[in-house]
């Protein structure tokens, strides 16, 4: 399936999707609209759409913590759990409001493997 928009996404599913969240790391909070995050941004647009997922997907960047993240929501649990075990994403409870919310930093390394994941069949290697 393809991303959607936020406000498309909200107005079919609610709240009910699946959060993954990337904390960027190597971004400071001053930089959020910045060239180099916008390239991270696509970077995990471009990972997702190396993968099969069966339901749609929505990502965006919010500076509402404080601090740069990507936001990536999913219409079915397993996409989201690809996705989560893939970038060995934990649990939390920052955000109560979606079905299920989990959380990785996203910092040099990870991107790296981002990276090379999009040239090694979607296999990331964070070493």
């Known amino acids: ?43 995990v647009s471009r990972v997702l759409r ?3 997922l069966a339901g749609a997907y929505l990502l965006t960047v919010s500076r509402a913590s404080g601090f740069p993240e990507i936001l990536c929501v999913f219409e079915e649990t397993q996409d989201a759990d ?17 079905a299920t919310q989990r959380t990785f930093r996203l910092d040099e390394a990870m991107e790296g493997a ?10 990331i290697d964070q070493r």
């Open 1 to 43: 399936m393809s991303a959607v928009s936020w406000p498309a996404f909200l107005l079919s599913h609610g709240h009910a999707g699946h959060l993954v969240v990337a904390v960027v790391t190597s971004v400071g909070a001053d930089e959020v609209g910045s060239l180099r995050l916008r390239a991270i941004r696509d970077l």
């Open 50 to 52: 190396s993968y099969d």
């Open 82 to 98: 690809v996705f989560a075990v893939s970038v060995h994403a934990g649990a939390t409870d920052r955000y109560p409001e979606w």
């Open 114 to 123: 981002l990276a090379a994941s999009l040239l090694s069949d979607g296999e």
